[in-house]
């Protein structure tokens, strides 16, 4: 399992060790002390262009210097040299034969995590182009991937029509293109709430309207009442219409904490003039003003 923040750290051990200052490997490495002092402070990281040369200063395996620690002899074994090669390929630029050589390895999405925060954007959009990516842990790339990236990966999200099987932490990167695809399968699919919330509070604000436009059309209770907290003062009004045209004043007990006083008025208004049995609006008291209270309970004993 890669561990890169431990770069840094296993730099600084190693350099020790090796009794030489920051100058000396700074100056092996054709880079200024500083940025070695920012990587031991884990303030940064080395360009993956630096890892072959680490390795050799260190006499180390660049898949140790992506784990942060040293393995047992026994344990470097061919597929460490197969990493070699893959970061070997990719520090000379030759893209297309480290995609080869990414085919050879185990732990492929181990590997990826590890030198995707080394790796220019898009050298690594390219290199892990055609990789199965698994979508329950991929929040080590996020931050590496581009626009095309993250769409390849919601189309193969809305075609396995899995929702669930997405790491949530891809949401704040996806693009508006992105997320208009996943509004337009969640109506299509008729999805329910708790597909949806994780993403909604991402969503820009007509991207939420289109939502709740649609959960309202369907009457789709459940779903609604997710969305009451995001609601906008327009849509709020919209849904107390169809509240009081349908009559499911039960539905007001959970709204209610939501609505201002000019829409408390008019929900209390119509529900009195339509005979709402007192036990479902004393379920709204603890929400309603003074005035308020004194109309729903005088008007009704």
């Known amino acids: ?61 660049v898949d140790e210097l992506l784990k942060g620690e040293r393995e047992g002899q026994t344990e470097r074994s061919e597929e460490k040299t197969k990493v070699e090669v893959f970061v070997g390929d990719i520090v000379i630029d030759k893209i ?26 898009k050298v690594f959009e390219e290199i892990i182009e055609g990789v199965n990516i698994d979508l329950e842990s991929i929040s080590g790339f996020l931050p590496f991937l581009g626009a095309e990236a993250l769409g390849e990966i919601i189309h193969k999200v809305i075609e396995e029509g899995d929702l669930n099987k997405v790491d949530e932490g891809i949401y704040p990167f996806l693009k508006a293109e992105h997320k208009n695809m996943l509004i337009d399968y969640y109506i299509a699919e008729e999805k329910e709430w708790d597909e949806i919330e994780d993403i909604y509070p991402f969503l820009s604000a007509n991207q939420q309207e289109k939502l709740m436009e649609h959960f309202m059309s369907h009457w789709m209770k459940d779903e609604l009442e997710g969305l009451y907290p995001f609601m906008t003062l327009e849509l709020r009004n919209s849904l107390i219409d169809l509240v009081i045209t349908r009559g499911e004043y039960e539905m007001i007990e959970s709204l209610i904490p939501f609505l201002n006083a000019e829409q408390k008025d008019k929900v209390i208004d119509h529900a009195k ?29």
Do not use: C, Y
Request: glycine residues 2%.
């Open 1 to 61: 399992m890669m561990n890169i923040n431990n770069m840094g750290v296993f730099i600084s051990e190693l350099r020790r060790e090796a009794n030489m200052t920051q100058f000396e490997l700074a100056e092996i490495l054709h880079v200024s002390h500083q940025a070695v002092s920012k990587w031991e402070r884990l303030e940064s990281l080395p360009d993956i262009t630096m890892l072959p040369l680490l390795a050799e200063t260190f006499n180390i395996t």
């Open 96 to 121: 297309d034969q480290a995609k080869v050589a990414l085919k050879e390895l185990e732990n492929v999405q181990d590997i990826l995590e590890g030198i995707a925060p080394l790796t220019k954007p």
């Open 273 to 301: 003039e339509e005979g709402v049995k007192k036990r479902v609006m004393e379920n709204w008291a603890p929400f309603l003003n003074q005035k308020q209270l004194k109309k729903l309970l005088f008007d009704n004993l």
